[in-house]
């Protein structure tokens, strides 16, 4: 026995543990504005924070000792802490590709499941998206959003072979998973002259992306149904998959509905969570989320499905060329990435 290693994964399962309970006390922050109060604030204390906030000051005391201790807040001296500008960031501005705090919401509403996808484990039976704890869903979107408002119009549909002409002049766009409709919204506010369908299997996030919409004045232009990636109907020039495809039953399927519903020179586009193509691409802390998030969510809820490809969020380019082209599609190729995405175009 090596005592070392041994006190060595000692000492890093001990900081997973205060990482896993300070994940509860990031969406608690997250919940009561406490970040957002402290946002640009200065050292406060904890009594100053919860008149501020309107909470308890020795709950809050507490809350700030746990958030140094994790790093997220620093000790100012005596009972005063500070949240630093460049934490506030990623834990307060949702306009900021680095902003991380939606993570957090559908982490803790993850592990909700844990007793049935232990169940699972020893049945293999799936356990569907509309199943789990209804945080998920509005998790998903805030972890997600940030990235694609920082790159979606600016990056990735410029990057795509001709389509963005396409859009600009006026084009029939469907993003399939649409879930809360983030994506969808915000190509229809940079595009005006196009139309977009969002089509998810789940009828309450359908209902909330309707609502969204309506919020954003764009009902004119974006119809949201319920609906799933082998069933839609109508003809499209872009057809999407938003950190999706790896989701479903049958992604072979899906894409050979997409193939079918395109135009001749129409275009999919595929943007999926960042992932190497060998378990040792992904031995990091990005994979290591991806990896976890999809044995809670994604490969359970495939398994749920017809088929029950399990994917994988950590599916990687190959493997998803390989599904793209068992659809019917010709090419696929990356047009883009980032740390957490990658865009892949794909050509009937």
């Given at each position: ?106 982490g803790l509403a993850s592990v909700h499941a844990t007793d049935q996808l232990t169940e699972a484990f020893r049945t293999g039976a799936g356990m569907g998206w509309g199943q789990h704890h209804h945080d998920v869903f509005e998790g998903c979107e805030r972890f997600f959003r940030p990235g694609y408002r920082a790159s979606l119009v ?195």
């Amino acid at each position: 026995m090596d005592e070392t290693k041994l006190m060595t994964f000692v000492g890093k399962a001990v900081g997973d543990l205060g990482a896993l309970v300070n994940g509860a006390l990031v969406v608690i922050g997250d919940r009561l504005g406490l970040y957002r109060a402290m946002a640009g604030a200065g050292p406060v204390t904890a009594a100053e924070l919860a008149g501020r906030t309107g909470t308890t000051e020795r709950y809050v005391r507490e809350w700030l000792s746990a958030q140094a201790a994790q790093g997220y807040l620093e000790h100012a001296g005596g009972d005063r802490f500070e949240l630093p500008d460049e934490h506030a960031v990623a834990l307060t501005d949702e306009t900021s590709p680095a902003c991380v705090v939606g993570g957090f919401e559908l982490g803790l509403a993850s592990v909700h499941a844990t007793d049935q996808l232990t169940e699972a484990f020893r049945t293999g039976a799936g356990m569907g998206w509309g199943q789990h704890h209804h945080d998920v869903f509005e998790g998903c979107e805030r972890f997600f959003r940030p990235g694609y408002r920082a790159s979606l119009v600016s990056t990735w549909l410029p990057a795509l072979d001709g389509v963005e002409a396409k859009l600009q002049a006026g084009a029939r766009v469907a993003d399939v998973g649409c879930g809360y409709g983030a994506s969808t919204i915000l190509m229809a506010e940079a595009y005006p002259q196009s139309t977009f369908v969002g089509i998810d299997p789940h009828p309450p996030s359908v209902e909330a992306a309707r609502a969204q919409a309506e919020v954003a004045g764009l009902g004119d232009r974006i119809t949201f149904e319920v609906g799933t990636a082998k069933t839609f109907d109508g003809h499209f020039d872009l057809v999407c998959f938003f950190d999706s495809l790896h989701d479903m039953g049958d992604p072979v399927g899906a894409c050979a509905r997409v193939h079918d519903a395109l135009e001749p020179d129409g275009t999919l586009m595929l943007v999926e969570p960042f992932a190497g193509d060998r378990v040792e691409d992904n031995l990091n802390p990005v994979g290591a989320a991806y990896y976890a998030f999809s044995t809670l969510l994604c490969t359970p809820n495939s398994l749920a499905d017809e088929v029950g490809a399990a994917l994988g969020a950590q599916a990687g380019q190959a493997r998803l060329a390989e599904t793209v082209a068992s659809g019917g599609f010709s090419s696929c190729t990356r047009v883009a990435e980032t740390p957490f995405n990658i865009v892949l175009e794909a050509r009937p």
